[in-house]
């Protein structure tokens, strides 16, 4: 990426034809994108999110697509659990008021009090739910649309509809990937169920929450606070920003050293097992495929 930033689409159809391997981050490798590489063989996907790339373009072009799903796991379920702990402390707004000159003290929660509703039972998800364990007295509500049942062997937790968890958590967590049956998931309706004092967090895909309904349920002052790390459009500038019960950060879930420096290397790794004509072991399955086909993503 010569430019250093996130590659808008027309900067992607004056660099990509160039080449016959992309390397992919969150830009969007779009269908026009992808008719006009015509030397382009693969697309290397760094990282578990397929919401930007056209798979279908892809396929009717021959092009291979693999991801690296596992790599950033860890990386995301550890920031879901420090910014519940910040929400619920409010420390990240103790250090704004620090570096303002200001000695405030407030009071929070603690984890280990709270019910945290936990929606998406993916690689994430599921991590976070380890992590749970070792706060004590923690009740903790989890849906997924395909439950895993052998799930219950290792946990203590509760299957419960989505709308149980609006209604009944203090944290909400959102580990879904984007599709048509997450867009806008969680709108008006569904933060108005929510307790006035519910926190909610994303570290999964921008789009899932409206953020135009959070900043206005937000100001209206519903909810105690938000957390979130991704947004529909990135850099993120909206109203979100201008209130300080908005924890945000700049899509970070996977930015430490080491899960980051896998996920790449992962990514380089299968262009090279192309290249050698070996079998390709993040290659994405044949589901995600007829998902973007039934207009599910």
């Given at each position: 990426?010569?430019?250093?930033?996130?590659?808008?689409?027309?900067?992607?159809?004056?660099?990509?034809?160039?080449?016959?391997?992309?390397?992919?981050?969150?830009?969007?490798?779009?269908?026009?994108?992808?008719?006009?590489?015509?030397?382009?063989?693969?697309?290397?996907?760094?990282?578990?999110?397929?919401?930007?790339?056209?798979?279908?373009?892809?396929?009717?072009?021959?092009?291979?697509?693999?991801?690296?799903?596992?790599?950033?796991?860890?990386?995301?379920?550890?920031?879901?659990?420090?910014?519940?702990?910040?929400?619920?402390?409010?420390?990240?707004?103790?250090?704004?008021?620090?570096?303002?000159?200001k000695w405030e003290r407030t009071f929070g929660r603690r984890l280990s009090e709270a019910t945290i509703g936990i929606i998406g039972m993916g690689r994430i998800g599921t991590?976070?739910?380890?992590?749970?364990?070792?706060?004590?007295?923690?009740?903790?509500?989890?849906?997924?649309?395909?439950?895993?049942?052998?799930?219950?062997?290792?946990?203590?937790?509760?299957?419960?509809?989505k709308e149980d968890i609006y209604k009944n958590a203090d944290i909400i967590s959102l580990h879904t990937p984007l599709t048509s049956l997450t867009k806008n998931m969680i709108k008006k309706d569904q933060l108005l169920m929510m307790k006035k004092d519910a926190i909610i967090i994303n570290t999964a895909r921008g789009g899932i929450v409206n953020e135009v309904d959070l900043s206005n349920v937000l100001l209206a002052g519903h909810l105690s606070g938000v957390a979130i790390d991704v947004f529909e459009t990135e850099p993120y500038f909206g109203p979100l920003s201008k209130i300080d019960r908005c924890f945000l950060t700049a899509h970070m879930g996977s930015m430490t050293t080491d899960c980051r420096a896998k996920m790449e290397i992962e990514a380089t790794e299968e262009v090279i097992r192309f290249i050698n004509g070996k079998s390709l072991i993040g290659l994405v399955p044949e589901i995600e495929y007829m998902l973007q086909k039934q207009n599910l993503i």
């Open positions: 990426n010569p430019l250093n930033k996130k590659l808008t689409e027309n900067e992607l159809l004056k660099i990509a034809p160039d080449f016959d391997f992309i390397i992919a981050g969150t830009e969007n490798i779009s269908r026009k994108v992808i008719e006009k590489s015509s030397k382009l063989k693969m697309i290397s996907r760094v990282g578990v999110g397929l919401d930007n790339v056209d798979l279908l373009a892809a396929k009717d072009r021959g092009i291979k697509v693999s991801y690296t799903p596992e790599a950033p796991a860890p990386a995301v379920a550890e920031l879901t659990i420090g910014m519940m702990l910040a929400v619920l402390r409010s420390t990240h707004r103790a250090n704004n008021q620090m570096h303002k000159g991590r976070v739910l380890g992590h749970l364990k070792g706060f004590e007295n923690t009740k903790i509500l989890i849906n997924d649309i395909h439950p895993k049942k052998n799930l219950n062997k290792e946990y203590a937790f509760e299957w419960v509809s």
